[in-house]
């Protein structure tokens, strides 16, 4: 395995006209609790006093399967800050006077709790991140203001069409089966009726929060033995249960489509997308779903030039490999944004055109391989996914998030070489392959998007 | 093809006359020749560096001329400049490269390899990132023939242009934060040069010509008007970026017109104006007025702690989100700044290489319900008032530097961004004294004495300007709210979900909790405080971008 390896970076360096030992260039020590929980140490010490302190809790919204209940995990994101609140031991002051940087996010896949902060305050950390996370308290009232400030959130991001477009997107593709049948911040329904899913979002957390269903990620300027000692203090006694097992999303039973009409003014969109497997890194496929964003969206791609360029029709475009890696299968979106004036002109044929044109290169690429300059584009779209990784590996924190998204899969410390590795050994039958099998009618769903009333 | 035929053309125009384009291009600079013209001899770029190892190496190449620069009717002239050059193609030793033959060769260097530009209004910067293995190629073959020889493909004008009139379509129907900040920002700026976006306008973005752009890069596009970062200092590489660098233009005869110089006009007591959204979901209230402080001033340090005492940009830190978020639920978030904050407004950390001389504070709030927008106008002013009038207690001050200290953190979390921040220095004048690498130390000198002289100062209540945008049917509330001065509440004891109880004499009650009296109190306080806002406009988002001042 390893001289494998070996030779599979070698084949990168020679493209790249570059030499490189390990991949990460940083030791990565990791340790498995008695409660399943698993630690993750990073050492950096030439960034000198810093410390990033992460949790991993591996539910996200598409482990929300109860109807009329989306958004539980996003808004269990906000409750968690609310540890202690309104006590003398409240956490978030307790973290305001030690001085931290502290957020969060969710995703579909996970909810990722990041704070940053001096070296000197591991201890002091690692006991607050302990506490909140083995033994929340947090009063009803409190749960209904988080409610109310997930509104706003949503309020805030509901004049721009994506997320609507999403909502038509997930709910075509998985229905009300699975939890990726509906965006992470959740219906606005069901966001307005938040302060009523107290039941629920315990629920939610009883089953998810667990020790063998998180990942604590420490790097920066710290000793691993040292990390390992407060961590098993403090997140040790958190307890743990087994895991709920995930839905099947079942087929999708495309292709389908969708028009909607947009109260104002705003450009047309188009969206494309195709159902593609559960993400594995390391894997071919893995490596294809990561190059994907540059094999169709990347300004050298032969349907990018046509829609931006040579027809002028796009004035954006986006392949999202990024949203396209899950736990299970997940969709790869293409998402247009189509210039108005050409819209104007031409209507709602010309979406459908260019939704065919998106859907026929994906379809087409099924001969990637035979492409010209298939191969010599590929060896560059490779060497540039390596670059952009370790061109992101610019932070302790950065580089314990893009730990994280690869090592959730396979709790693998090792991840980031067989990623590499597997991008170094992909070839254009591997897109081929993975064409004929994916981008197929089938798995499709078509969504365009222009302001009521047509076009002008 | 088609390039040989733009390349003659570009090469023809700088000689002043071609068949394409019969306009003279560079109509500021006369030909080298002429006998009259008087000596010029161009100054030198300035270069910074940071010692790094790191596998990829950043570059940044400011030019310090942006939209402000912009002559009247040209607006959007900078951005286009600088997209022209990153996206117009330039002429290499062995012909021309395209923006899809330029994608071709940066691709295998990672995505950062492709050059990308930042226009902003004061200056016009240029990121460039290569792996440290190929960089002397990236720069002989990329970086200086890009700024040194570009072509300015008239198609790729077309399209930017096309590309521009949609985003300002996008930014008046989609994105309905980055308009109140847009607006906020021409309306405290107005009558200067910063009034109107970067972005440009309606009216003026369809006249923009190639020869407008030559004329650009050909006035302000000079060494002396450069300023780069490299994150290394190995001596071969500095070298090599500096000589790309100084040679920009060298061949001018007439010095740059010299960077605008702005005053902003003077504005007393306190005014709106409540631009209408028909799509408006929420409102947002954005207020502001001019500050003579940039980072380079004495009082820069201790203002800036009084602001992260204030409004800690998307932090739970600040008194703004302390008091309507956190205690009273009304939004996602209230902050306010002492610099205009670039990456504005998803960043979580400010961004560098947007720098000016004519800062401004500003506070924010949004999104609010439609109904609350004055009571909430009426909050950020009277918490500001009663900062400057009772000042910071040195326990506010400790945590406020506390938290600054943590914000350092973030701030220079990376290369790109310590080197960012260091061409900034060099735009103000900090070289030695550079705002990430004194930060720490600045901030543990600030005395509470020191807070609230600068609050003092540089914070003036009495003279603020705000921004309403909302929805059409609250569009006339809002401004006879404005107008009548009277007492506007937000939430009520409903809303609080108080109950009411029975007195025996039959009379009801509200029962409010103990622990709530004193929220209660300061909402009264807040509903109560007149805004006295003594001029009140509305206007229409169509009326926005359409031409060169805020609302055309």
Redesign the interface.
């Known amino acids: 395995m390893r001289t494998r390896l070996g030779s599979m970076i070698l084949l990168v360096t020679m493209i790249a006209g570059l030499a490189h030992g390990q991949f990460l260039p940083y030791p990565v020590h990791k340790r498995t609790l008695p409660n399943g929980l698993d630690v993750i140490v990073i050492e950096t010490p030439e960034f000198k006093d810093v410390l990033s302190f992460n949790t991993l809790i591996l539910a996200g919204s598409g482990r929300e399967n109860e109807k009329g209940r989306s958004g539980l995990a996003h808004l269990f994101e906000h409750i968690i800050f609310r540890h202690d609140h309104d006590t003398p031991q409240a956490y978030q002051a307790a973290v305001e006077s030690m001085g931290a940087f502290n957020n969060a996010y969710t995703w579909y896949d996970v909810t990722y709790y990041h704070p940053l902060t001096f070296t000197s305050n591991l201890e002091k950390l690692a006991a607050l991140e302990g506490s909140r996370f083995r033994e929340l308290r947090y009063s009803e009232r409190v749960f209904r203001t988080e409610a109310g400030a997930v509104y706003g959130e949503y309020r805030r991001i509901a004049s721009d069409p994506s997320l609507r477009l999403e909502e038509i997107l997930t709910d075509l593709m998985y229905g009300k089966a699975h939890g990726y049948g509906h965006s992470t911040i959740g219906y606005l329904d069901d966001v307005k009726d938040m302060p009523n899913a107290y039941r629920s979002a315990v629920a939610f957390y009883n089953a998810y929060y667990r020790p063998n269903n998180a990942v604590v990620i420490v790097a920066g300027d710290v000793k691993a033995e040292e990390v390992f000692r407060v961590v098993e203090k403090h997140y040790g006694p958190w307890v743990k249960r087994p895991i709920p097992q995930q839905p099947d999303p079942g087929p999708v039973n495309g292709p389908k489509t969708h028009h909607e009409e947009w109260p104002s003014e705003v450009p047309p969109r188009v969206g494309v997308s195709y159902r593609v497997p559960a993400f594995s890194p390391g894997s071919a496929e893995g490596a294809v779903i990561q190059a994907m964003a540059e094999i169709m969206g990347g300004e050298t791609a032969p349907l990018y030039r046509k829609l931006r360029f040579d027809d002028q029709v796009a004035i954006a475009m986006y392949v999202d490999s990024n949203s396209a890696a899950g736990f299970d299968a997940r969709p790869l979106s293409t998402d247009v944004t189509v210039a108005e004036e050409k819209y104007g002109q031409q209507g709602r044929p010309l979406l459908n055109r260019i939704a065919a044109d998106v859907s026929s290169a994906f379809e087409g690429l099924a001969s990637f391989s035979s492409q010209p300059d298939a191969a010599k584009r590929l060896e560059s779209i490779k060497s540039q996914l390596r670059f952009d990784i370790l061109a992101s590996l610019n932070s302790p924190s950065n580089i314990a998030e893009n730990f994280a998204n690869y090592y959730r899969f396979t709790r693998d410390p090792q991840v980031f070489e067989k990623v590499a590795a597997a991008i170094a050994s992909l070839q254009p039958s591997d897109v081929d392959a993975f064409a004929k099998t994916h981008f197929r009618p089938q798995n499709r769903v078509t969504i365009t998007l222009a302001p009521k009333g047509g076009a002008k | 093809m088609k390039h040989l035929v733009i390349l003659a053309v570009l090469f023809f125009s700088f000689g002043c006359t071609t068949a394409v384009d019969p306009a003279p291009p560079v109509a500021a600079a006369p030909p080298a020749t002429s006998p009259v013209v008087p000596a010029y001899a161009a100054g030198e770029p300035r270069v910074v560096t940071l010692d790094s190892q ?3 190496i950043t570059i940044r190449v400011m030019v310090t001329h942006g939209s402000t620069s912009e002559p009247q009717g040209k607006e959007g002239l900078a951005g286009l400049a600088a997209e022209m050059i990153t996206d117009g193609g330039y002429r290499t030793a062995s012909g021309s490269m395209t ?2 033959q330029l ?2 060769l940066t ?8 050059p990308t530009t930042f226009p902003a209004a004061r200056t016009t910067t240029f990121f460039f ?1 290569a ?1 440290r ?2 960089i002397g190629r990236y720069v002989r073959d990329v970086v200086r023939p890009m700024l040194n020889e570009p072509l300015f493909e008239a198609d790729e004008l077309d ?1 930017l242009k ?2 521009r ?3 300002i ?2 930014l ?6 980055n308009l109140g900040l847009a607006a906020i920002d021409q309306y405290v700026l107005a009558g200067t040069s910063y009034e109107h976006d970067v972005i440009g306008t309606h009216a003026s973005i369809p006249g923009l010509t190639r020869d407008d752009v030559i004329a650009f890069y050909r006035a302000h596009y000079r060494p002396e008007n450069i300023i780069v970062g490299i994150s290394t200092t190995d001596q071969a590489i500095v070298n090599q970026v500096r000589e790309a660098v100084s040679s920009v233009n060298r061949d001018a005869t007439t010095p740059p017109p010299p960077a605008p110089v702005v005053q902003p006009a003077a504005f007393t007591g306190r005014q709106a104006v409540v631009i209408e959204e ?5 409102a947002s209230v954005h207020a502001g007025f001019p500050i003579a402080v940039s980072r380079a001033d004495s009082d820069f340090w201790p203002l800036y702690v009084a602001n992260v005492y204030l409004g800690t940009h998307r ?3 600040g008194q703004l989100y302390q008091k309507i ?1 956190e205690e009273r ?4 978030g209230d902050y306010s700044y002492i610099e205009y904050w670039a990456g504005r407004p998803a960043a ?1 950390f400010q961004l560098f290489n947007q720098p000016r001389e004519q800062q401004y504070f500003s506070l924010w709030v ?2 609010v319900k439609h109904e609350h927008a004055v009571h909430m106008m009426k909050a950020i002013t009277y918490e500001l008032d009663q900062m400057v009038r009772d000042g910071l207690t040195p326990d506010q001050v400790e ?1 406020s530097k ?2 600054a ?3 350092y ?2 701030l220079a ?4 961004r310590l080197i960012s921040a260091r061409v900034d220095d060099a735009f103000y004048g900090m070289e030695g004294r550079g705002f990430l690498d004194t930060y720490l130390q600045n901030i543990d000198r600030v005395t509470p004495e020191q807070v609230n002289a600068a609050i003092r100062r540089h914070l003036r209540p009495d003279n603020v300007k705000y921004v309403v945008v909302t929805s059409t049917a609250f569009v006339q509330p809002t401004v006879d709210q404005l107008r009548s001065n009277a007492a506007v509440f937000g939430k009520t004891f409903e809303d609080y979900e108080f109950t009411q109880a029975k007195l025996a004499d039959g009379t009801t009650v509200w029962q409010i909790p103990e622990a709530k009296v004193p929220t209660v109190q300061l909402d009264a306080a807040w509903a109560n405080y007149p805004l006295n806002v003594r001029e009140v406009t509305v206007g229409h988002v169509n009326q926005m971008f359409a031409g060169p001042t805020m609302l055309k």
Do not use: C, H, Q
Request: aromatic letters at 6%.
């Open positions: 790191a596998p990829l923006k899809e994608a071709e691709m295998p260097w990672g995505s950062g390899a492709r990132t792996p293995e190929v399209r096309n590309e009139l949609s985003a379509t996008a008046r129907t989609t994105d309905l934060e028909p799509n408006a979901p929420a932090d739970s830190f978020r639920g009304y939004n996602y979580l949004r999104p945590a506390n938290k200290r943590v914000l953190l973030n979390e990376t290369i790109p």
